[in-house]
């Protein structure tokens, strides 16, 4: 059964930096575009950024463009997610999804990763 494993999260300051890694099993984690999306207390989740198969394509929320990068090692069916000079409002529980091929609809989902940043 293919899972998704979010790791990297954790306590810091603003300004600081985070990365995030979400480690997937099975074989063809390599066809897949890969997401980022977080969830604050109290609101909906919100997308972040996702990354096309190859690594060549990706796409930001406008709230993280320029301090977030989405990566991905496909020999490590790993994908990243490096957060820079972090705000408070991004405290949040950050998601790894991968997106279905046929529905184009994120269908399988990690456990989540808490990132707090203080002010």
């Known amino acids: 059964q293919v899972q998704l494993v979010e790791s990297g999260g954790g306590l810091v300051q603003a300004g600081g930096s985070l990365r995030l890694s979400c480690a997937a099993s099975?074989?063809?984690?390599?066809?897949?575009?890969m997401g980022w999306f977080r969830q604050a207390p109290g609101k909906e989740r919100e997308f972040v950024a996702d990354i096309n198969w190859s690594g060549g394509s990706t796409d930001y929320a406008d709230s993280v463009k320029g301090r977030f990068t989405i990566s991905r090692d496909n020999a490590k069916n790993t994908v990243y997610l490096q957060m820079n000079s972090l705000k408070p409002e991004d405290t949040a529980v950050y998601y790894c999804?991968?997106?279905?091929?046929?529905?184009?609809?994120?269908?399988?989902w990690g456990q989540g990763t808490q990132v707090t940043v203080s002010s």
């Open positions: 099975g074989r063809t984690f390599g066809s897949y575009v």
């Open positions: 999804a991968r997106k279905n091929v046929i529905t184009a609809s994120y269908d399988l």
